[in-house]
């Protein structure tokens, strides 16, 4: 049988997601990247309000040809570059976590406008991504209902304020007494995080833990 995705490869050559060379068909990402971009286990510790510490652990630091293949992969419809993220997000998991602990993933949702706006959720495709390589349930938790200001231009104090009340639980059934794997893209002060599991905990989630693609330093004061 004639493959159009092997003949639409010909046309249209699978390229490194880093750093553009045409790679084989069915590979995500070049081997001279592969030994560059490596994952390694990055954590992060956020006190939450309730006194609760929330752990969140990433593959990358987000910089280079890791914040350029999450920009790509957010902004410019590039959903394809979230493989090898997605791929590492599980690795580091496995390293940093319990997997048998979780009842299932979950994902930091967008907003229905920004959802419609860029047609997909990249916490979503990756939370799914992992979930999937474990053999584990996906399950939509949250609703985001306050269009709020965007987190990168703001103070910590202003991100924490931002994001207060910007999430709803979904079912409280759900959630009551699991242990959640809580997904996204990029961890920096931990406000949307904190304020996600916030949510879980108000219904009766067991233990939150998260798992992001990438931890970006924080600079501002
Ligand atoms: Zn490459």
Known sequence: MINIKRILSFIFPTRCQYCKKVIPFGTLICNECL?????????????????KELTVVSPFIYEQEVKRAICDFKFNGKVEFSGHLAKSMAWVANDGYNLKDFDFVTAVPLSTKSKKVRGYNQAEILARSVAKDFSMQYIETLNKVKENKKQHTLSKKERQENVKGA??????????????LLCDDIVTTGSTLSECAKVLYLSGAKVVCCLTAAKAVYCKQ
């Open 167 to 180: 999430y709803t639980g979904l079912e409280a059934k759900t959630v009551s007494g699991k242990q959640i």
């Open 35 to 51: 030994e560059k971009v490596k994952p390694q286990k990055h954590i992060t510790n956020i006190m939450m309000e309730s006194g």
